[in-house]
């Protein structure tokens, strides 16, 4: 890897330049990295050039970080090749983690999902800004090298992206809500419509801003689908079922008359729109979570992926390790009113961890 | 009525002041018209003369067109007290209509209903503006009297609307599709992700914008809703049954790993979504549609339903009364490529058009 002290760049190197794989691209290099590109499309690869998404086209045996942007099934066998290219980091961007993180047992490899997109594809709807504010999933495990964690999520941030660690079945069981079901959902009420409209002509004229935000996602393109859904079978299947079971509860709710029960449905449900959490929600209290860790693999992936499950937003994190060698203390940046959260589900798994205020 | 020549301001009047109630209002004021505005809040009405939405506030037995625009459950009593109060046209803009217009046999009502919202209430999200390229259902019946009709028509033009006539129980299974049951949808997946979000604290701070996008209109005020889904119950319902038939289908698509199935699913999907028509879909190239008419009631609405029906637009409508009083020419302005289905359609049910090109 390239020392601080350098002048030359820090480079890193993208596998697949469409959409995700070239904002990267051109994210990365508006903070002075040197980028260098691969795609199996040849012309994909050439355009990202052309548009300055990357600096190369090709392989970067010295790249510090690699990030995989093909499709799903092609994650597992892009990863390998890229960990035998060279000694760097390596991580991907696909939609399912599960079976990836499975597939790819390697220290220098950690999963990841940038929560953004876009209905585009292709790198002509690339934007240097798309991870800003975004949330960016890392599922690390017990075989994820410290450094390797630490260093990747210190230059997502640098993308702005806010960094939430899960592992990675918890990952697939939470994108099948947010994420997967509802684009099938989307798209199967765009069918649904369409089919009525046949019989209807004027049907879709009517289709006003309501029916137009909710089937908006349903016109990016099918070609990722099939992958996730194979990827994601059991989780989608899983939440599939609930959303069938809810609508029936619903459809009960009105063939009854049961005003009481409608509008309970219906403010559960604003209530819990108007509490999505704002993109950017880290306010200017902070606390330091000061946490003595034994020197072993898989704390940094326990501890971080203990504070998304539970919701804390890690705002900075360092990895202070002791003169001797055997322990070390890991320093984690939480907002004060999620510290003592924080604090409670870390005694609760063994740790013996110290909040401070800052300064 | 107020007499073309006469300098004195068109009157209408308003009952319901809350945001469509104030957006007709504010955007017939802005045309020059005298609005009187009442509501059973007084609050709410004397809030929309601070905020210029009524010129006063009362009733006004002079106006040309009452606008009800009360809750569903409120607009059948409000219109008949409207129509006791003057000799003008009365009109409203509930969400569904058949039971409406069963209520009110009069040939100086007519039901509507503008397809444009928002998720804001009351008269201080009211906006001139709401009505602009939006579409505004008309459901004209065989009550319902020609002149009636054309002056309303006439009116909501000018407030930028896109008229389309329908029958009221066509309305109402439409809407059902495109409004109804893809809100109580977005409600379902909000509550089921709030649900389980109880479980996984991280879930919520996953959901990116299609997410959002998808249960925006869940942030809607929940209060009109047990209305619509009494009166519209059977459409709903029926809807509903389609949904989750469609949903199990996806599922078993899933289950079975059949990519070429899910394929085609979201294409079908996609396609649609961008068919979708556009909100201002007039081109300049218009046809004119002249259709003898008898001069009997009805025949307006049998007209302008079936045109509405085959989703022909209409751009302009004019009555021309023969001098004899016994026959009438219905006068039709419609986009070229839709004329010949509308005269097909016009001949299927009698009628003996003619297709002549503008000027």
Partial sequence: ??????????????VGTGLIGGSIGLALRRLGWHVTGHDQDER?????????????????????ITFIATPVRAVAAAARDALGHGPGIVTDVGSVKGSIVEAIDD??????????GSEQEGVEGADADLFAGAVWVLTPTAATDDATYATLRGVLTELGADVVALAPEHHDALVAVVSHVPHLTAATLMGLADDRSTEHRALLRLAAGGFRDMTRIASGHPGIWPDICAENRSAILDVLDGLVQSLQDVRSVVADGDRAGLLAVLE????????LPSRLAVSGDLREVRIPVPDRPGVLAEVTTLAGTLDVNIADLEIAHSSEGERGVLILLVEEGEAERLRAGLVGHGFRPAVLPLG
């Avoid at 890897?1 to 993208?14: I, K, Y």
């Avoid at 220290?107 to 953004?116: I, V």
């Fill in 107 to 116: 220290p220098r490899f950690l999963g990841g999902h940038p929560m953004a």
């Fill in 44 to 64: 994909s690869a050439s355009l990202a050039r052309q548009m300055g998404a990357v600096d190369e086209v090709g392989i970067d045996p010295a790249a510090e």
């Fill in 1 to 14: 890897m390239t020392s601080p002290a350098s002048p030359a760049p820090r480079r890193a190197a993208v």
């Fill in 268 to 275: 559960q449900a604003r209530a819990a729109r108007a509490n």
